[in-house]
């Protein structure tokens, strides 16, 4: 437990006085079911849900497609990375690029505070979420799945013409 501030806000023990607690990580989705299969409705009920959202929200096709292409290129890389090296780990390989992956992040957060109204909170969440999530190549390929899903369903709620 921790030590409440004249705000009422509570910082953990240890942390010294005047600084701001760090919001709390998000809540890590799951890719694979109990026996490691892809969970179906990663891409499909949750997929639509999550597109209708970031629709509703009015973010554009475009900018979505910008970070979906992102994605793409990393994993790109990682099939490139795995066929140029015979006997390589693809666990290994995702490590180095993780970082790139990683600052999708840090991407989200700068569009985001540029313009909140180009680059909505839900997409923030949505990018930040993943991010904090995928901590594996398995991981990142079944996020490469649920990210396609989404965008489709995007398309297909989304009011703009692109």
């Known amino acids: 437990m921790g030590t409440s501030n004249r705000s009422g806000a509570v910082r ?8 701001k ?29 999550e597109g209708k959202k970031l629709a509703e929200a009015k973010l554009r096709h ?4 910008r970070y979906y292409e992102d994605v793409l290129n990393l994993r790109r890389r990682l099939e490139h990375e795995c066929a140029n090296q015979p006997g390589s ?3 290994e390989i995702f490590r180095k690029l993780r ?16 313009s909140s109204k180009i680059f909505p909170d839900e997409f923030k969440n949505f990018i ?3 991010v904090h999530s995928v901590q594996t ?11 396609q899903a989404v965008v489709a369903f995007h398309r297909v709620y989304a009011k703009d013409s692109e």
């Open 12 to 19: 953990p023990h240890g942390q010294p006085a005047g600084t």
């Open 21 to 49: 607690a760090q919001p709390a990580s998000p809540t890590a989705v799951e890719y694979f079911d109990n026996n490691g299969n892809l969970r179906e409705e990663l891409v499909d009920a949750e997929a639509e849900t």
């Open 62 to 65: 475009t900018q979505l497609r």
């Open 89 to 91: 780990n693809e666990e």
């Open 99 to 114: 970082p790139e992956f990683k600052m999708l992040r840090a991407k989200a957060y700068y569009a985001h505070k540029r």
């Open 128 to 130: 930040e979420r993943h």
């Open 137 to 147: 190549a398995a991981q990142f390929r079944a996020f490469c799945q649920h990210f």
